[in-house]
């Protein structure tokens, strides 16, 4: 080997001298150090195998007796807490009698609390609440639904875009047409003061029955006196109004304490209940006295459009005179701030508003200048009295108006 090149080879495995436990050796021309731990190649790359690393043991840290005694005093204070009121509460009930054989649970009433005065149906000696309709006799005609208006459903759609926080139910029918707009109109949404609509058609349903007239008159006791709208909450006890003041007031001024006399005069919540299956509908019902600030009164934007076209058009269902008499109820509603407020100059709306803070709704009929004829429900849940839902609802009235007198 050159000198120069010794040099380097010397140089270049300086840390792989040959010891005691080094070897050097050749083959084919390549040199190879060999040690007795570690072997390279001529480029120094170790072969085979790779230096051991080894760890060093963790220093553990001896636990004391004082933590074991901690949790096991722990354990024990539970144990003996519960095991008395488990014994007492739970094993003893299952194997000893109670002492108190007289007194028995009532399960129809514990899963049923409303049977006793909520009911429609009767079964084995039960009293119960049925939901299904008689569709096949209904009593109602529903409405013809040609096609979809999609780009008046479109305007609506953008319009529900700028209102996040606000979620609608709006149906919109054409006498001319029959064409709709749906919007979530079958989804079942709180009714709100919505609901004095069957119960008004109920009312005159008895009074076309023979069951009462619209002289009858009622006294106003402190069982049916209530807050909310209204004025007779106001009024003295014991003072006489006549159905035909009753009803009035129930659908101008909204009273929540007139609603609950004639609900009580036509046979309480059940038959209004039985009544609206009677009718064909399935998703509207009363659960509560007014006012039902909670939202169980239940209704859809589809099943109120059903009603309004029942008591415009169906004389089979409603005579001339009781229809007339209703819409003209509805005609002098003095809430206007809803979908009325969306209408042009001249167009009369026969409806009837609901508000209870967590949803907002009407429902109507709209009838403007030029002879255009339609129906229109918009309910709006919303957060609790928010004022996007009265816009809303407000915008969306206005759209629908331009879009069908154009």
Do not use: C
């Amino acid at each position: 080997m050159p000198k120069l090149a010794r040099q380097y080879d010397d140089r270049y495995y300086s840390d792989f001298r040959v010891s005691s436990n080094t070897s050097r050796t050749s083959n084919y021309g390549y040199t190879r150090y060999e040690r007795s731990d570690i072997r390279y190649d001529y480029y120094g790359n170790p072969i085979n195998q790779q230096p051991v690393r080894r760890r060093k043991p963790k220093n553990r840290k001896k636990k004391g007796i004082l933590q074991p005694l901690i949790v096991s005093g722990l354990l024990a204070l539970v144990f003996l807490s519960a095991l008395p009121f488990s014994f007492n509460n739970i094993t003893k009930a299952m194997f000893v009698p109670t002492p108190y054989q007289g007194i028995q649970a009532d399960m129809q009433d514990i899963g049923f609390p409303t049977h006793n005065y909520l009911s429609n149906n009767w079964f084995l000696g039960r009293r119960g609440f049925s939901y299904s309709a008689d569709e096949k006799h209904a009593q109602m005609t529903p409405l013809k639904e040609n096609v979809k208006m999609p780009v008046l459903t479109q305007s609506l759609m953008n319009l529900m875009e700028n209102y996040k926080t606000v979620k609608p139910a709006v149906f919109v029918w054409d006498y001319d047409t029959q064409n709709y707009v749906d919007i979530n109109a079958s989804e079942i949404y709180a009714t709100a003061s919505i609901i004095k609509i069957p119960v008004l058609i109920d009312v005159f349903k008895s009074i076309e029955a023979g069951q009462m007239s619209l002289e009858d008159t009622m006294p106003l006791t402190e069982y049916y006196r209530t807050e909310g709208s209204g004025s007779l909450q106001f009024k003295a006890h014991n003072s006489e109004y006549t159905i035909d003041e009753l009803a009035n007031r129930m659908i101008t001024e909204s009273d929540n304490s007139a609603t609950n006399m004639l609900m009580a005069k036509v046979g309480s919540m059940t038959d209004v209940n039985q009544a609206i299956r009677d009718w064909g509908l399935k998703d509207t019902y009363v659960q509560t006295w007014l006012p039902d600030l909670t939202g169980t009164n239940k209704t859809t934007a589809r099943d109120m459009a059903t009603m309004l076209y029942n008591i415009d058009e169906n004389d089979k269902f409603l005579t001339e005179e009781s229809r007339a008499k209703i819409l003209n109820y509805m005609g002098h509603v003095h809430n206007n701030r809803l979908i009325h407020a969306g209408l042009g100059p001249g167009a009369v709306f026969l409806h009837k508003t609901g508000d209870i803070g967590k949803m907002l709704g009407d429902a109507g009929i709209v009838i403007a200048p030029n002879g255009k004829k339609y129906i229109v429900v918009i309910l709006a849940n919303r957060p609790h009295n928010s004022i996007a839902g009265k816009e809303f609802i407000v915008k969306a009235s206005e759209i629908i108006y331009n879009y069908m007198v154009r």
